[in-house]
């Protein structure tokens, strides 16, 4: 091949390559938009999505399902949660095993969404939502109660500070 031609050649390459990424970028400019405008639209979440707050359960009797194994505790790699185990009262126990959860608490600041904890529950006591608006203004309202989580999560949307972010 003499130097021409491999000049020619090489021409044609680059001249290729730039029409490619001409090609791109017009492509990319003409695209529709695609920006999710939260928190004024909530994109809908996958129905098994349960990347959320977590909650504790009950059982139907109402009784809760924790026993305060503490295994959720044991298995969690960021050391987020913290529980105390008491024996049931006989007259009126809190759960049907002979212990309970006396207290109960998820340090947001902590998790990691792995979901361990919820894989160690011998009693699917807990388990994830697809509550995702978890931005605090303080650690204190980062550190979920006992009492926090045996509740639903709000609607998403409706959290405190959502609408400021409009
Ligand atoms: S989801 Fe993972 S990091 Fe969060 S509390 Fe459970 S085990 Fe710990
Ligand atoms: S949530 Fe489950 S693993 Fe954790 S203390 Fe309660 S029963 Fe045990």
Redesign the pocket.
């Known amino acids: 091949m003499t130097d021409e031609q491999r000049r020619e050649r090489n021409f044609l390459a680059d001249t290729g390559a730039v029409l490619k990424g001409m090609a791109t970028v017009f492509k990319q400019t003409f695209r529709p938009d695609d920006t999710e405008e939260y928190p004024k639209v909530i994109a809908e979440i996958p129905e098994r999505a349960h990347t959320g707050r ?1 909650r504790l359960n009950r059982h139907d009797n109402g009784l809760e399902k924790c026993i305060g194994c503490e295994l ?1 505790a044991f ?4 050391d ?2 913290w529980v105390e185990g008491e024996d049931n009262d006989p007259e009126h126990p809190t759960s049907p095993g002979e212990r309970y959860a006396k207290d109960y608490q ?1 340090n947001y600041l ?9 894989e160690a529950c011998p009693t699917r006591a807990l388990t ?1 939502t697809s509550y995702f608006e978890m931005a605090y203004t303080s650690r204190e309202d980062a550190i979920l109660t006992k009492e926090q989580l045996l509740e639903p999560p709000p609607e998403l949307g409706t959290t405190p500070g959502a609408k400021e972010g409009l």
């Not at 902590?110 to 919820?118: P, Q, T």
Request: charged share 5%; hydrophobic share 55%.
């Open positions: 977590h959720c298995a969690c790699p960021a987020a949660i998820i902590r998790c990691i969404m792995c979901g361990l904890c919820v994830l």
